[in-house]
């Protein structure tokens, strides 16, 4: 009867904890199930000697360490993660893109940065790319309907920053073109955003993430080549970014 209630209760508390994102009564409510587990199988080990004379004792409390240390170690990495941070869902940050990049003046989301602080409490940060000539007072407004749309649809309080873009201009959107041609050769080249040229002082910006394993130095120095090639008149420079989220 003991190990049946010692089940039951782990089973509840760890999904309680799962359904309210605690990892303390989760972390609870796996130790009740394993208890629950390591002494059935004790049990069973004894009926099987009695009967059988077949001692299981050591292999059964083989197996069982395994799975225990397995599953110590998984909620470690749980509680280290919600402590230290962990890279946001990939499914849950195409939506927020999405659904950021759904209003009307929004070029882009980019730079999703989520944190966890408890159960329901989530923060984070994104940026979107809009056009150069909007006020100061367009901008409130479309940052002020974007968190509130995000915080009632995920319950996540975000942070909006600005990328500005002006390539509605001829000459910078050919040199946009150009240059989405150019990275669009390097597979290393993951995403590229906050593109701006600055036209009085022929300054043109923009972000470049690439992969980890690839030689970032290396490439940036290709692209740049090829862009002072191309456009002798303009000082180009890349900002590293990091892919934080997908």
Same mark, same amino acid.
């Given at each position: 009867?003991?190990?049946?209630?010692?089940?039951?209760?782990?089973?509840?508390?760890?999904?309680?904890?799962?359904?309210?994102?605690?990892?303390?009564?989760?972390?609870?409510?796996?130790?009740?199930?394993?208890?629950?587990?390591?002494?059935?199988?004790?049990?069973? @080990?004894?009926?099987?000697?009695?009967?059988?004379?077949?001692?299981?004792?050591?292999?059964?409390?083989?197996?069982?360490?395994?799975?225990?240390?397995?599953?110590?170690?998984?909620?470690?990495?749980?509680?280290?993660?919600?402590?230290?941070? @962990?890279?946001?869902?990939?499914?849950?940050?195409?939506?927020?893109?999405?659904?950021?990049?759904?209003?009307?003046?929004?070029?882009? @989301?980019?730079?999703?940065?989520?944190?966890?602080?408890?159960?329901?409490?989530?923060?984070?940060?994104?940026?979107?790319?809009?056009?150069?000539?909007?006020?100061?007072?367009?901008?409130?407004?479309?940052?002020?309907?974007?968190?509130?749309?995000?915080?009632?649809?995920?319950?996540?309080?975000?942070?909006?920053?600005?990328?500005?873009?002006?390539?509605?201009?001829?000459?910078?959107?050919?040199?946009?073109?150009?240059?989405?041609?150019?990275?669009?050769?390097?597979?290393?080249?993951?995403?590229?955003?906050?593109?701006?040229?600055?036209?009085?002082?022929?300054?043109?910006?923009?972000?470049?993430?690439?992969?980890?394993?690839?030689?970032?130095?290396?490439?940036?120095?290709?692209?740049?080549?090829?862009?002072?090639?191309?456009?002798?008149?303009?000082?180009?420079?890349?900002?590293?970014?990091?892919?934080?989220?997908?």
């Amino acid at each position: 009867m003991a190990v049946i209630v010692k089940f039951v209760l782990g089973r509840y508390v760890k999904g309680v904890g799962e359904s309210i994102n605690s990892q303390a009564l989760v972390a609870s409510g796996s130790d009740a199930f394993f208890d629950s587990i390591l002494s059935l199988s004790t049990l069973v @080990a004894a009926i099987i000697s009695l009967i059988w004379h077949i001692s299981l004792e050591g292999i059964l409390g083989l197996i069982i360490s395994f799975v225990i240390i397995k599953a110590s170690i998984e909620m470690l990495q749980e509680t280290v993660n919600s402590m230290i941070g @962990a890279r946001v869902d990939s499914e849950l940050s195409h939506k927020i893109k999405d659904k950021v990049e759904s209003f009307d003046g929004v070029h882009g @989301a980019y730079d999703l940065d989520l944190h966890n602080y408890g159960p329901e409490n989530t923060m984070g940060s994104v940026h979107i790319e809009i056009d150069d000539n909007l006020t100061a007072r367009d901008i409130h407004s479309l940052s002020f309907r974007i968190r509130q749309a995000i915080y009632q649809e995920f319950g996540i309080v975000l942070t909006i920053g600005v990328y500005a873009t002006n390539d509605s201009d001829e000459e910078y959107s050919d040199i946009r073109s150009y240059l989405e041609g150019l990275l669009s050769q390097y597979d290393e080249v993951l995403q590229m955003h906050g593109f701006y040229v600055y036209g009085d002082k022929k300054i043109v910006s923009f972000d470049l993430i690439v992969d980890f394993n690839a030689n970032r130095d290396e490439i940036k120095e290709q692209i740049l080549t090829k862009l002072n090639d191309k456009y002798p008149e303009y000082q180009f420079i890349i900002v590293d970014d990091y892919d934080v989220s997908d």
